[in-house]
Nanobody
Framework: VQLQASGGGLVEAGGSLRLSCTTS????????MGWFRQTPGKEREFVAA????????SYADSMEGRFTISRDNTESTGYLQMNGLKPEDTAIYYC????????????????WGQGTQVTVSS
C-alpha cells in the first residue's frame, strides 16, 4: 500500500491542524494505521495508532487529550486532528500502516508515507 501524508503547515501555539493520510488500493481497511513524528537528530517517535476497523486507538502520553486519530475506510484515508499545538510538536509527521494489532514502535510498520512538516511558532 502506498501512503501520502498531507495537511502540515505553520501554525501558532494553541492552534490546530488536521493531517490526512491517503492511500492507494482497495485494501486500506485491512491495515492498522499509525502516526509518528521526527525532529532532526532524534529518533522517530510514536504519536497515535488506530485499528483497521477504527474501533481501537492508542496515543502517546504527551498527545492524549490534544490529538485525535481517526479513519474513513470508505475514503481510504486516515486523519490526525491536532489541537492545542505546542512548539515542541514541531516535527515531520509520518503516517504508516501494518497488518496486525496496534503497535507503538516504528519497526512494526511495513509501509510509510513521505511525511508532512508541522511547524508551531511560539
Amino acid at each position: 500500500v502506498q501512503l501520502q501524508a498531507s495537511g502540515g503547515g505553520l501554525v501558532e501555539a494553541g492552534g490546530s491542524l488536521r493531517l490526512s493520510c491517503t492511500t492507494s488500493g482497495r485494501t486500506f481497511s485491512m491495515y492498522t494505521m499509525g502516526w509518528f513524528r521526527q525532529t532532526p537528530g532524534k529518533e522517530r517517535e510514536f504519536v497515535a495508532a488506530i485499528s483497521a476497523s477504527g474501533a481501537i486507538t492508542s496515543y502517546a502520553d504527551s498527545m492524549e487529550g490534544r490529538f485525535t486519530i481517526s479513519r474513513d475506510n470508505t475514503e481510504s484515508t486516515g486523519y490526525l486532528q491536532m489541537n492545542g499545538l505546542k512548539p515542541e510538536d514541531t516535527a515531520i509527521y509520518y503516517c504508516a500502516a501494518r497488518v496486525g494489532t496496534l503497535r507503538q514502535i516504528t519497526s512494526a510498520y511495513d509501509y510509510w508515507g513521505q511525511g508532512t512538516q508541522v511547524t508551531v511558532s511560539s
